[in-house]
């Protein structure tokens, strides 16, 4: 670790992540590689705080946005009227129209009961969530939209 050596709180990593991205990001006149680095981090904190922290910090730090998902949605947000909806393990897109085959090319699938197309993570591959409402999934696991326009909160 090099930059969240004195973090004590998950209020205090995100705090200095925001900061940290404020510094670091190319769009902000820092270096990809850097930034990088300070995205590992803090995955690999966010982690710490899932599964050592207290209560309501495992709570917050399982809801935060895992690398592989903000990669893809840094791609996602390029796509006009693309609705991004984030719940548990799994990305869920509405509205896909002309970038379907941009969609699928991604590993999004298709999903008939919720008529949307899905991507899970690896860890809820396999997961039985078609046999529940769009409704039902979001009260179990939480929901959260992305904001297109302000996007740079997911990645930083």
């Known amino acids: 670790m090099k930059f969240f050596t004195e973090v004590k709180t998950l209020d205090e990593l995100k705090k200095l992540y925001h900061k940290l991205c404020r510094k670091y990001h190319p769009d902000m006149g820092g270096d990809m590689e850097t930034m990088q680095k300070v995205n590992n981090e803090y995955d690999e904190m966010i982690k710490y705080f899932a599964t050592h922290g207290n209560k309501k910090e495992k709570e917050k730090a399982s809801k935060e946005v895992p690398e592989k998902f903000r990669k893809i949605i840094e791609k996602l947000i390029h796509f006009s009227d693309i609705r991004i909806e984030i719940i548990g393990g799994w990305i869920w897109l509405d509205n896909v129209g002309k970038y379907l085959r941009k969609i699928q090319g991604m590993g999004f699938q298709y999903s008939?009961?919720?008529?949307?197309?899905?991507?899970?993570?690896?860890?809820?591959?396999?997961?039985?969530?078609?046999?529940?409402?769009?409704?039902?999934?979001?009260?179990?696991?939480?929901?959260?939209?992305?904001?297109t326009i302000k996007v740079a909160t997911l990645t930083c």
């Open 112 to 147: 008939t009961k919720q008529k949307r197309y899905y991507l899970a993570d690896d860890e809820t591959k396999g997961g039985r969530a078609s046999r529940y409402s769009m409704n039902r999934i979001r009260d179990i696991y939480g929901s959260q939209f992305v904001d």
